[in-house]
């Protein structure tokens, strides 16, 4: 029995930006704060929110307020309190729970939300979680009891009684579910779970679907289930058994915008303090639409995406193609979506970061950090989305009405797939928009055409290494694999046995001929690895019968290591015969090419970890490449390095490499491998077993790759390029070995070449070519001068020379520049000079010569001559376009021999006047 708090639950109001008095009285940092009092002096500890990305990396995202707890349910002895309460952070959206489709349709879901809840582990059970539940609703937030019901899982008694007789709710209030609605769990595949009960607050008739039958369950907006209380009481293992836990534990979670929807009674969750101002902000950032059901609800899809985009970027997660960036990218271009029938062409989801921070701020001081950032990465993913939503709408049109002429309830594969490779739009998303016309999507046809598109640049990789001999790894549209005659034994899987030999004895298994010069084998046992885990396959060779023949590369097919065999001047078409005679074969893999990949994938793990030590957590890898010659890593950052933070990256590697680390491996439960800390890909489907490979207490990562023995042996690491690749994922490219020595030889010897050429020690070149810049600045000046000192002299000779036509001067005057900004200060210079006249200048020398025409100031007063009419006579007279103001005009001519023309019939023009 744990009671009720003895004093009555009293909480300094925090501040609140309530519209209303109710607003203000039950603000949702009341709520929060008041909650948790009131579990602490029930002797819960009070655990702060952890964060949106779960130890556990298997998870997506935390989904619930018992995931940073959810070990101690099986081992109470292990939790360090047997009670805590906490405000957990939450994110639904992809992954197994997910409410994203709900978000924008429903008033009551969202995919980023707040958890209030209380825990016990093995502690307090049904009775005290049901009295305490009910005590917090109806005396301390005076939640109306009359209207308030709730649900039991169909065949629990215990707590139909415990709601019934000792609570006394009338038992008409009280439904029983089934396990859809009154059984959670397990997050993730296996874990701890159990019956539920929940609490509803009954919004009344008006507000529901009217039918008689409208009880809790029902998908209405009548009956809000607010309080979920879960009685963990099994654990659902692998095989799919629901184990009793030792002792039962209590989980509860209480929806933060639903509690103070209902205690504010505003319309809908939407109009709580929590996201009005959201909506204001989106509004705002949207004028001139009208307001219409459709709209409201795309405001309101709006405000819960960008609060989620905000949440998440605060612990740096950023939009990407994979993992938990995807879902980011879904929110952000659903959100954009939604807004695409009201007309929006603009970004306008950055315009709410601000009212997120304003809201969420005080209880999540990290948001502030975060505001600008958050702002520049939203407005960037919309204009990159914004620039081709257009063209995917219209394409999604059409695809949606040839789905609807070919009488097909769905749209196909290929079409969904072209609409996300193309115009960006996530699977889900065109998913939800064909629902809305009526269509599902064929998602296995998605997959099918998006493996096809891997295939095409697998084939082209592969077809790279064999210099176009090979067109990859087959997919059953090949040739078939054949047995070798005469072989006893083809056992169609290969041992691997590369990580300790480098060559082996071994027998062929079967074969097959993809091309002119390339012969694929497979053997009972082999040395060489399998291009895999970012790592190239092994080259080297094959002996059979005293022929040496080159082994380009090797993958893995099924349970078989293929070698791809670059085998010239090959004597039959078909080699079954000699390969039969000859079964029992010699494989070698290049020691130096082995060796220098080596050095590359473990130079690889020291960089990983070595990013994270500079940059944070948050480096996440997203893709690499290990090869003899080179080594590539992607991962996810949002922006650039600065030169001092990769220049401490480099020297945190080479530091590992100095200090000569041992590198081990050991194969070990995956689980396991996760609770000691091991880096493991988000995403990637790993075995029970896993190899572990590790850098002393430096890095431990799962790994199937070859490695060095000592760090050492890597010589030494330089990176050479730091690039950005997609949004959000940064590229290192670094050098090892031989290769890294190479690279400080030749950047030495450049600069040697230069300090020869300008005749300084190089460490004083810097400092020389400055000098020279400044030189060259100075006598470009100075030559200027020169120029417009000749020119003027030139003008004044051309002045002097000008002819009268009926008191009009006529000035003529070729320049040798080509810049055209000169030749227009010539304009001006004569101009001024003139009184009645008027100056043609020719710039012959030009790529595109032309004529400039001036009118001097007098003559435009007087309204008699003006360049612009002069430049259209000689437009027409001669086919030229231009034209121009009345004081300067110009024309393009065809070449400088066209002057001359010009002027005589500018000439006569003026004599005719
Ligand atoms: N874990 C349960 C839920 O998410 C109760 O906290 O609803």
Known sequence: MIGRPKKKTKVDKPPTRGTTDRMKQYSAEYLAESFLEYYRQLGHTVVASAPLVPEDPTLLFTAAGMVPFKSYYSDPTSAPYARAASVQKCLRAGGKQSDLENVGRTLRHHTFFEMLGNFSFGDYFKKEAIDTAWDLSVNVWKIDKKRIWVSV?????????????????????????????????????????????????????????????????????????????????????????????????????MGLERVAFILQRVEDNFHTDLFLPLRTAVKNALPGIKSSEHFELAVNAAADHVRALVFALSEGIYPSNDGRGYVLRRLLRRAVTKMHPFGVKKPFLSGAVDAVVDVMGGRYPELHQHRAGAKQIITAEEEHFLSTIEQGWNKLQEVIESSRKRESRSIAGKDAFVLYDTYGFPLELTAELAVDAGLTVDEKGYRVAMEEQRERSRKHYYA???????????????????????????????????????????????????????????????????????????????????????????????????????????????????????????????????????????????????????????????????????????????????????????????????????????????????????????GEKYGDIVRVVSIEDFSRELCGGTHLKHTGEIGAFVITHETAVAAGVRRIEALTGRAALGYFRKVLDEQAKLALALKVSPGDLERRIRALQDENEALKKKLEERHSEQAAGELDDALEKAQDIGGIALVTFRSGTADLAALRRSGDHLRDRMDRGVALLCAGEAKKPIVLIVASDRLVKEKEITANRLARLIGAEFSLRGGGKDHMAQLGVRGPDEFDPIVSFVQSWLRER
């Open 464 to 682: 790279t290494r064999t210099g176009g001999k090979r067109a990859g790894p087959g997919r059953g549209a090949e040739k078939p694999f054949v047995d070798v005659p005469g072989v006893a034994t083809t056992a169609e899987d290969t041992e691997f046995i590369g990580y300790e030999e480098l060559a082996c004895e071994a027998t062929l298994g079967r074969y097959r001929v993809p091309g002119e010069d390339v012969v694929e084998i497979t053997t009972d046992r082999t040395v060489f690895y399998p291009v895999g885990g970012g790592q190239v396959g092994d080259s080297g060779s094959v002996i059979i019968d005293d022929e040496r023949i080159d082994v380009v590369d090797a993958f893995r097919e099924g349970g078989g290591i293929v070698h791809v065999l670059h085998w010239q001047n090959r004597r039959d078409d078909d080699p079954g015969k000699f390969l039969g005679a000859n079964a029992a074969v010699r494989l070698q893999v290049d020691r130096e090419v082995r060796f220098a990949t080596a050095r590359n994938h473990t130079g690889t793990h020291l960089l990983h970890k070595a990013l994270r030590e500079v940059l944070g957590d948050h480096v996440a890898q997203a893709g690499s490449l290990v090869a003899p010659g080179r080594l590539r890593f992607d991962f996810k950052h949002f922006r650039a390095i600065g030169a001092d933070d990769l220049s401490r990256v480099e020297q945190m590697v080479n530091g590992a490499v100095l200090d000569d680390l041992a590198v081990t491996y050991e194969d070990v439960p995956y689980r396991q491998a996760i609770a000691d800390g091991a880096m493991a890909l988000f």
């Open 153 to 253: 899982y169909e065949d629990d008694d215990e707590a139909h009684e415990l709601w019934a007789k000792r609570i006394g709710l009338p038992t008409k209030r009280i439904v029983r579910l089934g396990k859809s609605d009154n059984f959670w769990g397990p997050v993730g595949d296996t874990g701890v779970c159990g019956p539920s009960s929940e609490l509803y607050f009954d919004t009344g008739a008006k507000r529901g679907c009217a039918r008689d039958s409208c009880r809790p369950g029902c998908d209405c907006e009548r009956f809000i289930e607010y309080w979920n209380l879960v009685f963990p009481q099994f654990f659902l293992s692998e095989g799919g058994d629901y184990d009793p836990l030792p002792k039962p534990g209590i989980d509860t979670g």
